[in-house]
Every structure is written in C-alpha cells, then in structure tokens.
C-alpha cells in the first residue's frame, strides 16, 4: 500500500507538468541529468517506477513532497496495527 502512494506522488507531479500556465514550473528545483546517464538500467528503472525525472521544477517537487510525503505516514499505523492472521478460537477438550 506504501508504494502505491510513492508512485502516485510521482504521477501527480508529472501530471503537473502538462498544467503550463501554472507558476514554478519553470524554475528548476535540481538537475541530475549530467550524473544520470540517459540510456542507463537504473534511470530507466526509476523512470518507470517511481516517475524520475533528472531535472524537475520547484512545483513537482513540492507536489511530490506534499503528497508522498504524509501519504505513507498516515497509512503507517494502518498498516502496523493489522493483525496478520486471525487469532485461533479456543476449541474446549473433548470429554
């Protein structure tokens, strides 16, 4: 449940990206695209997964963190709480 709202974070954030009119898009918050080469498997991977992008705008990183950053906070006790098997019935000795 965790990672569906990392990943979710990550595709609200580049859902932001097609919003143009919006401010802070075009401030760049970071750019790693010189230290990330563009045909590597782990660029890929995190592309794929969790939406990576090597260069985002101040607004998707603010968006991400916004929301992938309390989600899984808030889903935590949730899931700690859940028992992972039900308790078994105490059965009385056959007389």
């Known amino acids: 449940m965790l990672w569906l709202v990392v ?3 990550g595709v609200l954030a580049y859902g932001v990206q097609e919003a143009s009119n919006l401010p802070g898009l075009q401030n760049l918050a970071s750019d790693t695209s010189s230290t990330t ?3 590597s ?3 890929t991977l995190l592309k794929g ?3 990576f ?4 705008t101040v607004l998707q990183l603010a968006i991400w963190a916004l929301y992938g950053g309390p989600g899984p906070l808030l889903l935590l006790p ?3 709480l859940r028992p992972l098997a039900p308790e078994p019935a105490e059965t ?3 007389a």
């Open 7 to 9: 990943i979710v974070a």
């Open 53 to 56: 992008q090597p260069d985002p």
């Open 41 to 43: 498997w782990y660029r």
């Open 49 to 51: 997964i969790f939406n």
């Open 37 to 39: 080469p563009k045909t």
């Open 92 to 94: 009385e000795p056959a």
């Open 78 to 80: 949730q899931t700690l």
